[in-house]
Every structure is written in structure tokens, then in C-alpha cells.
Nanobody, 123 residues
Framework: QVQLVESGGGSVQAGGSLRLSCTAA????????MGWFRQVPGKEREGVAS???????RYGDSVKGRFTISQDNIKNTLDLQMTSLKPEDTAMYYC?????????????????WGQGTQVTVSS
């Protein structure tokens, strides 16, 4: 069982920035395939960004050019730098890891999830 913990969520005005982090005890994030997802009530979970074992990131169309996924190997964190935030970015953000589908942005392919961190962007 992998326990992921997200942090860094909060409230920000449109155009602002936030940095989310995900960490795990006894699980080296940089050696595994990770992703960030988000969900608003009543909607399906959306793939935001993924990163493979080589550090190559993939992004959902709605965040390309604004969000950056990265890993800090010293701190053992998965980070999501979010800039130029929009009200439609408001959601619960989740960190997840997949054992078999590296790079995927499909939530169904992910095996372990964190509890989420809320991001609220006001206009």
C-alpha cells in the first residue's frame, strides 16, 4: 500500500500561482510513474499532468503552458507548479501513482491516491 499526501492547496485570485506537493513515506516517487488529477463535484476526475520515470511530463489540454509537473529527488516530492490560474481550475487536486500505465492521464489507470488538496481560484 502506498500512502500519498498532498499539500499546498489554498485560495488565490485569478492570474495567481500555487505550488502543490505530494510526498510518500517509504516510496521513492522519482522511480515511479506519477500523476496529478483534479475533480469538482459532479464531474469526472480529470488528468492534469503525469510524469514518467525519465522525468518526461504530459499535460491535459486545459493546463498546457500554465502548469509544470516535476520531481524533487532530494525531498522525495512530486510537485505541480500552477501559474496563470483561472476560476475553472478550482477543484480538489489529487496525487496518484500507477504501477503499469506510465505517463497516462486516465485516472482509471492509477492504483494509489492521496486524499487531495483543495484549490480555489476566485475571479
Amino acid at each position: 500500500q502506498v500512502q500519498l499526501v498532498e499539500s499546498g492547496g489554498g485560495s488565490v485570485q485569478a492570474g495567481g500561482s500555487l505550488r502543490l506537493s505530494c510526498t510518500a513515506a517509504e516510496y521513492t516517487l522519482s522511480r515511479n510513474c506519477m500523476g496529478w488529477f483534479r475533480q469538482v463535484p459532479g464531474k469526472e476526475r480529470e488528468g492534469v499532468a503525469s510524469i514518467d520515470r525519465f522525468g518526461v511530463g504530459r499535460y491535459g489540454d486545459s493546463v498546457k503552458g500554465r502548469f509544470t509537473i516535476s520531481q524533487d529527488n532530494i525531498k522525495n516530492t512530486l510537485d505541480l507548479q500552477m501559474t496563470s490560474l483561472k476560476p475553472e481550475d478550482t477543484a480538489m487536486y489529487y496525487c496518484a501513482t500507477t504501477l503499469s500505465f506510465c505517463g497516462s492521464l486516465f485516472s482509471i489507470r492509477y492504483d494509489f491516491w492521496g486524499q487531495g488538496t483543495q484549490v480555489t481560484v476566485s475571479s
